[in-house]
Structures are given as C-alpha cells and as structure tokens.
C-alpha cells in the first residue's frame, strides 16, 4: 500500500484505471502484452539562434533552466555531425538540447503536460493525431515555453519551443492513441469538426 502511495498520480492511474480498460478494449489477457510508456524525449533546435555557428550564453542558459523547471533533468547539447550548406550548418556546431525522461520524472512530466501546459496554448483546439509512427510512439511540438506554469516569461531574453516525442513499446498506433487518451492527452475531436461544418 506504501508503495503505491509513493507512485506519481498518473502512473497510478495508468496501472489501476487504464490497463484494465486496455485489457477489455483490445481483448488481451497476458500483462506481457500490455502497452508500456517508457520514456518521454524533449529536444529543442537551436539553429535560428547560432550567431556565426555559436551559441550565445544567455540564449543556451535560458533553454537550459526551461528543460531543468519542466522535466527536473538538465539537457545535453547535441553538435550536429554533418554539415549542411542550404542551412547553414557546420560539423560540430550545436543543434539542439535534449532531455530524456523516464519513471518518476516522465510521470510527472506528462501529468504537467496533459493537465496544466496544454490548456494553455493559445487558441487550443486540441492535440492532432497525425504524430503517431509505426511502433506507437507519438510526436508533437509546442511552439513555445510559456505555456509552461513553472516559466516566468517576464525573466527570459529568448523565446523557443519544443518537440515532445512520447515512447511507448509493445504497441501500435491505435493502442497508443486510446492509452493516451484515456491518460488525459486532449487531441482533437474530428467528428465534432465534422458536426460544427
């Protein structure tokens, strides 16, 4: 009973709440073959925001204290391996921040995201459904960090977003899509587009 205390409420809820739901929904009977989500990757581009191929440090520092406030983890800065001319990208300059979340952090994380952060996108009509792969894991982007409740806008020089890739395993993409729904990821409603035209 402890230990269950101890989990993030999300994770509580996808063991007791949604796997069940899972089991009824897709007929399977073996906990093996239960979808899993084992870890959430945060990466931002930093291309627009190299001068003469380096990275300012008030640029880099605002970026990393973003990662750090919403994941609890600091970033590593990824060089890009090749270069690339039509963007203007040499070998070894910086390219992105990346974070990788998984257990406590990853809970937490995405019940931030599904509960306060996406709500407050400007307009929100909903998450699309375009960004699942193949295996199941689902991509999509956030245009910038404000609408995070932990980032104060008023104390940063640089504005930036964020591409959230959530992975999941032993799945597919209509099994990650009723999995994230039933954790709380609003996507878009297409039958209610089609009711409103």
Do not use: Y
């Not at 994941?71 to 300059?93: D, T, Y």
């Not at 959230?164 to 395993?169: A, R, S, T």
């Not at 209509?174 to 729904?181: A, M, P």
């Amino acid at each position: 009973m402890t230990a269950t205390a101890t989990k993030p409420r999300l994770q509580a809820h996808f063991e007791e709440q949604v796997l069940p739901k899972v089991m009824a929904e897709f007929g399977l009977t073996n906990r093996m073959q239960m979808p899993r989500v084992a870890k959430v990757v945060i990466n931002c581009g930093i291309g627009k925001a190299l001068d003469n191929q380096k990275l300012k440090p008030e640029t880099r520092d605002t970026i990393i204290d973003t990662f750090v406030k919403i994941g609890g983890q600091r970033p590593i800065m990824i060089m890009a391996k090749k270069a690339v001319s039509n963007f203007k990208v040499r070998e070894g300059a910086p390219s992105a921040f990346m974070v990788t979340l998984r257990r406590d952090r990853m809970w937490s994380f995405l019940d931030r995201l599904f509960n306060l952060a996406t709500p407050r996108i400007k307009d929100f009509r909903g998450i699309s459904e375009k960004g699942f792969d193949k295996g199941g894991c689902f991509s999509f982007g956030l245009t910038e960090q404000a609408v995070w409740p932990e980032i104060n806008m008023a104390q940063v020089n640089f504005t930036h977003g964020m591409h959230i890739n959530i992975v999941l395993e032993r799945s597919n993409p209509k099994l990650s899509r009723f999995v994230l729904g039933e954790l709380g990821l609003p996507f878009t409603r297409p039958e209610e587009k089609s009711k409103r035209a």
